[in-house]
């Protein structure tokens, strides 16, 4: 079974510049999740969606971040425009609503704001 | 409100000796707790979960961890630490009835030669 993609692995920009992050969870996954991991911290969950819905969005900066699940299956987080403090490793988890609360991560996105 | 509290950033043990991960939780209802392991620029790894069935729960790579209602505890220990045990720890807990998941802050692990 594959696992969550996401892409790319590192980016770096300069503040005040766009960038945009994208996830593909399991297959078959209904929950998909984003969150921030500021170096030292443990991750800090910015969006759940469920299918193509948004079920918690309460700690996003809504601001300069939007997410987006349009056919209920991949992502696509976008901060526009980036400050140095979003520096951080910005995570993908998916999990099957029969397996809820098990979230299956992806590799992360290095994010450096220069 | 839920709350996840990792009683330590650091922990260092020698190579064969007993590992013990402190963790407390805070919850209005029966929580599903978990721990990942997260090893450097890897994806955070499911080790093992609690969801109100057994107390002792086993993970993998010989980890386990005790739910205690009374203490409102769910420590990680392993017996025998290994050197490819050095990662970052983090436990979360999970209200089942709404899906808010909380991460503590973490632990980093030390396993010394």
């Known amino acids: 079974e594959a696992g969550v993609a996401q892409s790319p692995r590192y980016k770096i920009i300069e503040k005040r510049q766009s960038v945009a992050f994208w996830c593909n969870p399991i297959?078959?996954?209904?929950?998909l999740y984003w969150y921030q991991q500021i170096l030292g911290q443990g991750p800090k969950l910015l969006i759940q969606?469920?299918?193509?819905?948004?079920?918690?969005d309460s700690q996003l900066p809504k601001d300069r971040f939007s997410a987006e699940r349009l056919k209920g299956v991949d992502s696509t987080l976008k901060i526009q425009p980036a400050k140095l403090e979003d520096s951080a490793v910005y995570l993908c988890?998916?999990?099957?609503?029969?397996?809820?609360?098990?979230?299956?991560f992806g590799a992360g996105t290095r994010l450096s704001v220069l | 409100a839920q709350s996840v509290t990792q009683l330590d950033s650091h922990v260092s043990v020698s190579e064969g000796t007993p590992v013990l991960l402190r963790c407390n939780y805070s919850?209005?209802?029966?929580?599903?707790l978990f721990w990942y392991v997260q090893h450097p620029n890897k994806g955070l790894q499911l080790l093992l979960k609690?969801?109100?069935?057994?107390?002792l729960v086993k993970g993998i790579n010989g980890f386990e961890a005790e739910f205690k209602k009374s203490e409102t505890s769910f420590h990680l220990t392993k017996p025998s630490a290994h050197m490819s045990d050095a990662a970052e720890y983090f436990c979360?807990?999970?209200?089942?009835?709404?899906?808010?998941?909380?991460f503590g802050k973490g632990t980093r692990l030390h396993i010394l030669p």
């Open positions: 988890a998916s999990s099957s609503l029969a397996g809820r609360n098990i979230q299956y």
């Open positions: 297959s078959g996954h209904a929950t």
């Open positions: 969606f469920q299918n193509n819905g948004v079920v918690d």
């Open positions: 919850s209005s209802y029966s929580p599903s």
């Open positions: 609690y969801t109100s069935a057994a107390t």
């Open positions: 979360v807990v999970s209200d089942p009835w709404d899906d808010k998941i909380i």
